[in-house]
């Protein structure tokens, strides 16, 4: 029997976050009687009890200095699966347990790794073994490393030149007589005969010798901009009538649509409209007139005798829209 102070200690428990479980195992009562003493109102659901459980369990002494030490690994420049693997707990138990303003970006990271990279390579070693014929490529794939790693870590007075050696590479930089090939050039000798003589290229002589002294092609004088040729503009095909001017004005004068003449002349009913002159031409109220007899009282009185719509139309000439759009007019 539990009494009404126990129940009341039992939900204070409760409230300060144990768990149904702690707090039965506290009172020595089982889970159903702490669920009993709790109103429904505050019975924490699936996801608030498990984050309740975090929280606890974050708080715990245990927790708190794996918390520490997995910070101080991290901070010391070990990787995630490096400090999983010192205390013996997984990847994702390190990650979880690390702030987010603490960890690294991808370029920290980048930089992380190839500190360690230069830290734990013989360069030494490297340059002894390259000197000794070694390739970028096998001392790259001796130490784990890119080719360009290995590089970087050589000095430029040792490095090999790369594939077919030129004879300017072979010989090292030009040590030319500038002063003896302006004074041979002056009095007479091509830029052809010079390149020979002291075998280097024409372009090599020619960057010796000042530009006011060369004896080169004159200047090409520059062309006349030619004008564009105007574009034609496409001619306009106009339609023909296929019954005269007159006839078109006699018929609208008569009563007929632009539209009608426009489906018997063969041409758009634009083209009608803009034959007949501007103080002859119906306004759309004027046009849409036809049959004015058949207004919305006498179209009622013959849908009240049971004719339909569309025998008043053909009765009347007109299209079904517009005598259901007059039927509605007084």
């Not at 039992?10 to 089982?30: D, K, L, N, Q």
């Not at 130490?143 to 430029?156: E, F, N």
């Not at 002589?205 to 060369?214: A, T, V, Y």
């Not at 008569?254 to 009608?272: D, F, N, P, Q, Y």
């Amino acid at each position: 029997m539990v009494t009404a102070e126990i129940g009341s200690r039992i939900r204070r428990r409760y409230r300060e976050g144990a768990s149904v479980r702690t707090v039965a195992r506290e009172f020595g009562v089982s889970k159903d009687t702490v669920q009993r003493q709790l109103p429904p109102e505050e019975r924490r659901g699936a996801v608030d009890a498990a984050r309740q459980r975090y929280a606890n369990r974050s708080n715990t002494p245990d927790e708190q200095k794996l918390r520490r030490e997995v910070n101080r690994l991290y901070r010391s420049g070990k990787s995630c699966a490096e400090v999983a693997a010192a205390l013996g707990i997984s990847t994702p138990m390190v990650q979880l347990r690390i702030p987010r303003q603490l960890r690294r970006t991808l370029s920290e990271t980048a930089s992380l790794v190839g500190r360690r990279v230069t830290a734990r390579l013989p360069e030494r070693e490297i340059i002894r073994r390259y000197m000794e014929g070694e390739s970028l490529t096998a001392l790259g794939q001796r130490y784990g490393v890119h080719a360009s790693t290995i590089r970087r870590r050589i000095p430029q007075a040792v490095i090999r030149p790369q594939g077919p050696v030129s004879p300017a590479q072979r010989r090292g930089p030009l040590q030319l007589p500038d002063e003896q090939i302006r004074q041979r050039y002056r009095k007479g000798e091509s830029a052809y005969s010079l390149a020979k003589a002291f075998a280097v290229s024409q372009s090599v002589i020619r960057r010796r010798i000042p530009d006011d002294e060369w004896r080169g092609r004159p200047p090409r004088k520059p062309t006349a901009v030619q004008q564009p040729k105007p574009k034609r503009r496409p001619t306009v095909r106009r339609a023909k009538l296929r019954i005269p001017h007159t006839q078109v004005l006699t018929r609208y004068r008569s009563g007929e649509s632009a539209s009608s003449i426009a489906r018997a002349a063969g041409v758009a009913c634009m083209t009608i409209v803009h034959l007949i002159p501007a103080d002859e031409r119906r306004t759309n109220e004027q046009a849409n007139r036809r049959a004015p007899d058949f207004d919305g009282v006498e179209i009622r009185r013959l849908r009240a005798q049971g004719q339909t719509v569309r025998e008043i139309a053909a009765m009347a000439g007109l299209s079904v829209k517009t005598v259901r759009k007059r039927r509605l007019e007084p």
